[in-house]
């Protein structure tokens, strides 16, 4: 890629002092003791960009900012943090498929002053995922579906930058010859991949978990949940467990860059993918415009 197609917005200053500066990607920007690198201490976002258009900015902001609330992080300025985006999107317009990612630390320890940036590129080719499907196994994310409830200082469902499990997980898929992962909570509710949701079909009617067992509202799945009727479906949130995968008609990992990945085997036993569908879906999320 040329330096154009990497590209990167700081976003500084404490209160009306708050603007936006383009940096140059190449050269150093973050500190040595910034607890984001530190500590993981932060939050962050990944959006979509289809020919210049933000996609689900609205709801991506939202689910920043309730990131923020549960890290008990400063309110993020939802017009500065649009304007980055929009800023990095018409830089990249001249590409069908590219993401954002939007970045919020705690600072520097024992500094009041949080840390921004907003960075972007151009997205890879996910050919091979959204037409011959992903493999996946189960894992055990070692939490009860309650724990939102019983432990909410677990920041379960909070889109933070500790990261370090989700990758894990992934490497450990691999190992066992997978592509990726989806979540089971320890008293067996179906979760999420560690980057995308899960959506599956039974019948007419397709279907995800819900956000209250830990973790993220599907921006994706939403958009796509709202488009349902065009191809003649119903939509349900409601609790799901491994066996809901094994009788389901077709199943998912949706995400924000990848868009809908069918999956093809779970845990080595092969799944149904339905090509039409899945064809119709990613046609659907590289078209949307807002």
């Known amino acids: 890629m040329t330096a154009a197609e990497h590209l990167l917005v700081v976003v500084t200053g404490p209160g009306e002092a708050r603007s936006l500066i383009e940096a140059e990607v190449a050269h150093p920007q973050l500190s040595v003791l910034d607890v984001g690198v530190t ?7 990944t959006i979509s960009i289809g020919a210049g258009h933000p ?5 991506h902001l939202d689910r920043f ?22 800023t990095l999107a018409a830089r990249l317009s001249e590409h069908e498929e590219a993401w954002v990612k ?7 320890e024992g500094q009041p002053v949080p840390t921004g940036w907003a960075y972007g590129t151009v997205s890879p080719a996910f050919r091979r995922e959204r037409t011959e ?5 189960l894992l055990d994310r070692g939490l009860r579906s309650d724990a939102p409830a019983t432990s909410p200082w677990l920041l379960a469902g909070a889109k933070t930058l500790s990261y370090a499990v989700n990758r894990a997980a992934v490497r450990e898929a691999q190992r066992r010859g997978a592509d990726d992962v989806i979540f089971v909570s320890s008293d067996g509710q179906l979760l999420e991949g560690p980057t995308s949701t899960v959506v599956l079909r039974r019948g007419d009617v397709l279907s995800t978990p819900p956000d209250d067992v830990g973790i993220l509202p599907g921006t994706t799945q939403a958009d796509l949940f709202a488009a349902a009727d065009q191809w003649g479906l119903r939509t349900t949130i409601e609790p799901l467990t491994p066996d809901d995968l094994g009788d389901a008609d077709a199943v ?8 809908a990945a069918p999956v093809r085997s779970v845990d080595g036993a092969a799944r149904p993918v339905d090509t039409p569908l899945t064809a119709a879906m ?3 999320l590289r078209a949307r415009r807002s």
Do not use: C, K, Y
């Open 252 to 259: 998912w990992l949706v995400s924000s860059v990848r868009h």
């Open 39 to 45: 500590r993981g201490d932060g939050i962050f976002e």
């Open 65 to 86: 900012a309730r990131s923020a609330r549960m890290l008990d992080l400063p309110e993020p300025d939802r017009d500065l943090w649009r304007d980055a985006v929009q």
């Open 133 to 137: 499907g992903i493999d996946v196994v």
């Open 55 to 59: 996609q689900a900015l609205d709801a």
């Open 282 to 284: 990613n046609g659907f």
């Open 102 to 108: 939007t970045v919020l630390t705690r600072g520097i």
